[in-house]
């Protein structure tokens, strides 16, 4: 517990309140099979989770286990200790982290740096990340990458500029065989300016009925972590002013 005081690189101090919230905030690797119904897969495995989250470059140490959320339970954003707190998964084949340092306000993609490094990992899997910032206005981040390579990144702010789409969107579409149906169920249309495009649908449907993310029965753990100075500056820049 003397964590909860202890800012390491941190310069703000641990009660300081956090500017904006977040929404979606989380990156998934899906191994095949790929059409298990989430609700089937392994039970968490809290140990495989917690190797999970501490293979990510931004994150130095995990320091404490503090037990099972729902997956529908947000990350806590209230304070700058909050920021310490990460949510990761290990059911079977499926790995997904939570993690406050995946949101931005369009000054860089920590997503995508994410996700690239977990591409190298696991190229057999569809990794997905969903990450939703609310900072005044809302800023998005979304991705798809596939096992053929086929993928997209969509970033910006809905409704407005810039709003910047990467990759190949129609192909991730083709490669995951969607039909124009599940596309309209999903208020997917490409037809659409970028930034009014509905990506974080569309990333849902690459996971399909494994995506882990939407039932309550479904569980993770929490950690804290201490982060590493980089990770660190980049979430004072994005949540103190």
């Excluded at 939570?98 to 000054?107: E, L, R, V």
């Excluded at 991705?143 to 192909?171: C, I, K, Q, Y």
Aim: with cysteine; aromatic share 8%; proline share 6%.
């Amino acid at each position: 517990m003397a964590r909860m005081t202890d800012t390491d690189y941190w310069t703000s101090a641990p009660d300081r309140t956090v500017r904006g919230s977040m929404g979606l905030c989380h990156l998934t690797v899906a191994q095949r099979p790929f059409d298990v119904d989430a609700r089937s897969l392994p039970r968490q495995d809290p140990e495989r989770a917690r190797a999970f989250a501490a293979s990510f470059e931004g994150i130095e140490e995990v320091l404490e286990d503090l037990g099972a959320r729902s997956v529908l339970t947000p990350l806590p954003s209230s304070v700058r200790a909050d920021l310490d707190i990460v949510h990761a998964a290990a059911w079977g084949g499926t790995l997904s982290i939570a993690h406050p340092a995946f949101a931005a306000d369009g000054n860089d993609e920590p997503l995508r740096s994410a996700a690239r490094v977990l591409r190298e990992r696991f190229p057999d899997a569809r990794i997905v990340g969903r990450v939703t910032y609310y900072g005044g206005m809302e800023h998005t981040e979304d991705l798809v990458w596939l096992p053929d390579g086929a993928m997209f990144h969509a970033s910006g702010w809905p409704g407005g500029e810039p709003f910047v789409v990467t990759g190949e969107p129609r192909a991730v579409i083709a490669s995951l065989e969607l039909k124009g149906w599940q596309l309209d169920n999903a208020g997917v249309d490409l037809r659409e300016a970028a930034n009014e495009v509905a990506w974080a649908s569309l990333a849902g449907l690459a996971l399909g009925p494994s995506d882990p993310w939407g039932w309550e029965e479904m569980e993770t753990t929490a950690f804290r972590v201490r982060h590493s100075e980089d990770s660190v500056q980049s979430m004072e820049a994005l949540y103190f002013v």
